[in-house]
């Protein structure tokens, strides 16, 4: 069964960098877009990054400057790189790609966040 697994969140300080990893496993027949969201308590989901095709990357104006991301194709894995970090930016992240898996169709798949808090 695909999943979407991510890693490398925690605490870190202000002005600290941290990497986070996300892998999408299981049996693929095909991966689109694959994006970065976080979300902090009280407030909406947000895309934070993410890679349309062909090598182009977009961002938020919150991150602009600060974060960056990047793939992986060959081990279906996306990263976000996250430089300068502020308290603002504590949420959890979560990585979000459609994906046609083995035996199913296309279809959006979310992995189950992972944690990001910058103490100041």
């Known amino acids: 069964q695909v999943q979407l697994v991510e890693s490398g969140g925690g605490l870190v300080q202000a002005g600290g960098s941290l990497t986070l990893s996300c892998a999408a496993s299981g049996i693929i027949f095909g991966i689109k877009n694959m994006d970065w969201y976080r979300q902090a308590p009280g407030k909406q989901r947000e895309l934070v990054a993410y890679?349309?095709?062909?090598?182009?990357?977009n961002y938020s104006d919150s991150v602009k400057g600060r974060f960056a991301i990047s793939r992986d194709n060959t081990k279906n894995t996306v990263y976000l790189q996250m430089n300068s970090l502020k308290p603002e930016d504590t949420a959890v992240y979560y990585c979000n790609a459609v994906i046609w898996p083995a035996g199913g169709r296309w279809g959006d798949y979310w992995g189950q966040g992972t944690q990001v808090t910058v103490s100041s």
């Open positions: 890679t349309p095709s062909g090598g182009i990357t």
